[in-house]
């Protein structure tokens, strides 16, 4: 099933243009003004959905923007181009590929066809061999080459084979109730890899190497260390009978490429598979999520799976003015391109989260950092949001000056938790720490918000020449995402709620936002200039005069 590229460029539009009239009106008003006209924005500004409560009533908007934004989203399309998302139309046209990432998260009686084949059942069908695999090694029935136990899961895989893993593993680890305990390699930095493996016993140790194409040079060259550092710790790296049943109990596999597994030396009866329906940066529900049911189980991760799926299901049919990921997403299009605003914030109250903007940094800026739309033809307008953030309170000793203060707008999500996975008294005793945290995070909107005046500040005594100085211009938008606990299933529906969003950017925007081209001549790039780093002497004429005396400088660091 293929798709219609062609789409029109929204920005010649008649909603693009009442938008920008309606923001050259509406910039220099300020929430403090909006919230006294319209006293009832914060309890109506307020969307319900599963366990997240989400307050968008601090946006710079009135009821006629959302009017307009939802004039936007019907003029470009996005929820006939949702609905050929869920029907597995091939929306990644320049891969000619379908874009089901939502099928992996349907239930097992749910029926979904791809070119004639079940693909639910095919997600079930590796859901079970993961759950038969993950029970095995948390009950201790898998056991590693000498007959220990498994107590520590390795991932190594790099882009979407890590960070979702990693920011899911962070989220949830205190679900762990199997002894099981996770660690990350991505970067090709042989530090990383040390340092993971640092303090591990190779005979309790199981290595998930994670890669879509099995062809990546970083979790390839990893996986080879890792795997040298196993058979010398087992003391049978000369022992030619020994290692492959050794690679067999402690290697396992997560690719859509069972050739490359099984030239590497995994058995592909420990391959656990997915499709190239999944993009990277949408695989932590699919087998990619292995080391997060290790830890968890299989009944975690099915929450998790159930969690998204209910954000799913919201998104496919909640009406556009009450549909979370529409309208946050479009939110994002106001900013970005009508105010000019170059970032959005994520700020998670919850340490918990601390792994969450990266994740969502690969989730926005793969999918939509892009100059092209789908047909081919230049964008008119900029695309691609930025997301940065770091957990509160941290941030707010760090960045948040510039939230306040600073010449730029950003956006800022808040995203917190009525419950915390531990909470102490506080130093007095007389209260909790959870509630002196939270409290933080709403001080934190309400002044961003609506700031202190310049007259508010004189009235408190302030001297005058410090008065500029402390004006909190306020102004500034947040939205406000809120849930009763972090638990497996919150985080599916909040990764769900984010990865729709940047669907529906992607789809105002009109680029293919699943394919990732850029990152290409990079790699390409780096495996051509390995030689001349590494061989004595060889030419570097053909490079730029830069490159060449980078590389010369880096050669005679190394004695080359
Ligand atoms: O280089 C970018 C990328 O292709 C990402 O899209 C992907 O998540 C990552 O590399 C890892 O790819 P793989 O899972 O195939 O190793």
Redesign the pocket.
């Known amino acids: 099933m293929s798709t219609d590229t062609t789409r029109s460029d929204i920005t010649d539009s008649a909603a693009w243009e009442a938008l920008r009239s309606h923001h050259t009106a509406l910039a220099p008003r300020h929430l403090r003004d909006l919230f006294a006209e319209d006293p009832d924005r914060g309890c109506e500004f307020v969307l319900e959905v599963g366990d997240l409560h989400i307050d968008y009533s601090k946006h710079r908007i009135t009821r006629e923007t959302l009017a307009l934004l939802a004039d936007l989203v019907r003029e470009a399309g996005v929820e006939r181009h949702r609905d050929a998302m869920f029907a597995g139309a091939h929306i990644n046209t320049s891969e000619d590929r379908a874009v089901l990432h939502t099928a992996l998260r349907l239930p097992e009686t749910a029926r979904l066809e791809l070119d004639g084949q079940d693909v639910v059942a095919d997600v079930h069908d590796v859901l079970r061999r993961m759950g038969t695999f993950t029970d095995a090694v948390r009950s201790g029935e898998w056991r590693g080459a000498t007959g220990e136990r498994i107590v520590t899961v390795v991932n190594i895989?790099?882009?979407?084979?890590?960070?979702g893993p990693v920011m899911a593993y962070h989220a949830l680890r205190h679900y762990a109730d199997a002894g099981i305990t996770a660690r990350f390699v991505s970067n090709i930095d042989p530090t990383d890899l040390v340092a993971q493996l640092s303090g591990l016993d190779p005979a309790s140790t199981l290595f998930v190497v994670?890669?879509?194409?099995?062809?990546?040079l970083?979790?390839l060259t990893n996986a080879e260390a890792a795997k040298r550092w196993l058979l010398a710790g087992l003391g049978i790296e000369n022992d030619a009978a020994a290692g492959p049943d050794a690679v067999a109990k402690h290697f396992v596999a997560v690719?859509t490429h069972a050739e490359r597994v099984r030239e590497f030396g995994i058995d592909t009866a420990n391959m656990f598979g997915f499709w190239d329906w999944v993009?990277?940066?949408y695989?932590v529900d699919s087998a990619?999520g292995l080391s997060l049911m290790a830890v968890i189980g299989k009944e975690r991760f099915a929450e998790f799976l159930a969690g998204f799926h209910l954000v799913d299901e919201h998104f496919r049919t909640a009406p556009i003015a009450e549909n979370a990921p529409i309208l946050l997403g479009v939110l994002g299009v106001w900013y970005a391109n009508f105010f000019g605003a170059e970032t959005r914030a994520v700020l998670p109250y919850s340490n918990d989260l601390d792994r969450f903007p990266a994740y969502l940094q690969?989730l926005t800026m793969?999918s939509n950092g892009k100059s092209v739309r789908a047909d081919g033809r230049p964008v008119t307008t900029s695309t691609g949001e930025i997301f940065w953030g770091e957990p509160g309170t941290n941030g707010q000793h760090a960045f948040y000056q510039l939230l306040h203060q600073g010449t730029r707008l950003v956006p800022a999500d808040f995203i917190g938790f009525a419950e915390s996975t531990d909470d102490l008294t506080t130093a007095d005793g007389s209260g909790s720490m959870q509630d002196l945290f939270m409290s933080n995070f709403f001080a934190q909107t309400k002044v961003l918000a609506f700031g202190r005046t310049a007259e508010e500040i004189a009235d408190a005594g302030t001297p005058p020449n410090l008065v500029p100085h402390k004006v909190m211009p306020g102004n500034r938008p947040t939205t406000s995402i809120l849930a009763p606990q972090l638990t497996p299933s919150v985080l599916g529906q909040l990764i769900a709620l984010y990865e729709h969003q940047v669907f529906v950017e992607g789809s105002v925007w009109g680029v293919d936002s699943f394919d990732?081209w850029g990152?290409?001549l990079g790699?390409e790039q780096a495996k051509e200039l390995t030689p001349l780093l590494t061989e004595s002497d060889p030419p570097v004429t053909e490079l730029d005069s830069s490159t060449a005396e980078l590389v010369e400088w880096y050669r005679r660091a190394r004695g080359r």
């Open positions: 895989g790099i882009g979407g084979s890590d960070l994670a890669s879509k194409t099995f062809g990546t970083e979790t690719s993009g990277g940066r695989s990619i690969q793969e990732q990152v290409e790699k």
